[in-house]
Nanobody, 124 residues
Framework: QVQLVESGGGLVQAGGSLRLSCGAS????????MGWFRQPPGKEREFVAA????????SYSDSVKGRFTISRDNAKNMVALQMNSLKPEDTAVYYC?????????????????WGQGTQVTVSS
């Protein structure tokens, strides 16, 4: 059983930055690819970014490409999401998730374990 705990959410003005972190425990971190998803108010959860086991391969949704950066520290069992140039439409609950499938995955159903989420609110 893998446990994931997100942190770093909060309230920020448009144009600002936040860094989300997700700590993992209960499994072998290097066997998991990691992903970030978000659920805006009143909408379905959507893919944000993913990173491979080694950290070499990453993938982003078109809406965050060039503004967000996903990274991982396998020595610390952590994955991070650096969010720059934030927009009000980035407001959402952000979740990290793990999959033991190889590569980067955008499909929510491919992820087996999820964190509880952290709220990000961007004011205009």
């Amino acid at each position: 059983q893998v446990q994931l705990v997100e942190s770093g959410g909060g309230l920020v003005q448009a144009g600002g930055s936040l860094r989300l972190s997700c700590g993992a425990s209960g499994g072998t971190f290097t066997t998991y690819s990691m992903g970030w998803f978000r659920q805006p108010p009143g909408k379905e959860r959507e893919f944000v970014a993913a990173i491979s086991r080694s950290g070499v391969t990453t993938s982003y949704s078109d809406s965050v490409k060039g503004r967000f950066t996903i990274s991982r520290d396998n020595a610390k069992n952590m994955v991070a999401l650096q969010m720059n140039s934030l927009k009000p439409e980035d407001t959402a609950v952000y979740y990290c998730a793990t999959t033991n499938l190889v590569g980067v995955r955008k499909e929510e159903r491919m992820y087996a374990y999820w964190g509880q989420g952290t709220q990000v609110t961007v004011s205009s």
